[in-house]
T-cell receptor, first 116, second 117 residues
Framework: DSGVTQTPKHLITATGQRVTLRCSPR?????VYWYQQSLDQGLQFLIQ???????AKGNILERFSAQQFPDLHSELNLSSLELGDSALYFC???????????????FGPGTRLLVL | AQKVTQAQTEISVVEKEDVTLDCVYE???????LFWYKQPPSGELVFLIR??????QNEISGRYSWNFQKSTSSFNFTITASQVVDSAVYFC??????????????FGKGTKLSVKP
């Protein structure tokens, strides 16, 4: 158990709908990262937040957005869903940088999204 | 551009065999971090090891060992005396943009390891 929690575990929805994925980081971790794992694209970085602020964006579609709240949990919002958005969405957390060293990202169990 | 290549798509071994998973990376950064993660059939991503570019000391931890060589941009992972529970997809990852975007990972495509009894 990494200490990162994600809800829900599974989500089935229809095209055109909007869903929200939730992530609670490990205690003490300030950074939250979202990744998408699909069969054709593999594991791809989407977006990173640090202590409530967006820090970096990867291959995140404009239909997707995220935020990190004051209690450090994060939500990934996916809207106007398409069949191709079906994937496993991971959240990871880390403390960020300590003493000039990058700390490890620990991953949650993922949310499996199926768009029908 | 940063890139991680895992040339082995699938490997199948018999229990107790040793197996090495290859990882080759590309980066223009002089300081960077490399990781190995394991994804068992249950789907979660489990952290195995982290290495930074200025620490080329190789390590052995139980049945796992790592061989990091900057000269060949390789970061290979070996399982000694493999077990059925080692069956999983193994991902090599590179931290992107040291000092910039702070640790966003670029992953290889993964190597699926099957250990048969």
């Amino acid at each position: 158990d990494s200490g990162v929690t994600q809800t829900p575990k599974h989500l089935i929805t229809a095209t055109g709908q909007r869903v929200t994925l939730r992530c609670s980081p490990r205690s003490g971790d300030l950074s939250v990262y979202w990744y998408q794992q699909s069969l054709d694209q593999g594991l791809q970085f989407l977006i990173q937040y640090y202590n409530g602020e967006e820090r970096a964006k990867g291959n995140i579609l404009e239909r997707f957005s995220a935020q990190q709240f004051p209690d450090l949990h994060s939500e990934l919002n996916l809207s106007s869903l398409e069949l191709g958005d079906s994937a496993l969405y991971f959240c990871a957390s880390s403390v960020g940088w300590t003493s000039g060293s990058l700390e490890t990202q620990y991953f949650g169990p993922g949310t499996r999204l199926l768009v029908l | 551009a940063q890139k991680v290549t895992q040339a082995q798509t699938e490997i199948s071994v018999v229990e107790k065999e040793d197996v090495t998973l290859d990882c080759v990376y590309e980066t223009r950064d002089t300081t960077y971090y490399l990781f190995w993660y394991k994804q068992p059939p249950s789907g979660e991503l489990v952290f195995l090891i982290r290495r930074n570019s200025f620490d080329e000391q190789n390590e052995i931890s139980g049945r796992y060992s790592w061989n990091f060589q900057k000269s060949t941009s390789s970061f290979n992972f070996t399982i000694t005396a493999s077990q059925v529970v080692d069956s999983a997809v193994y991902f090599c990852a590179l931290d992107m943009n040291y000092g910039g975007s702070q640790g966003n990972l670029i992953f290889g495509k993964g190597t699926k390891l099957s250990v048969k009894p």
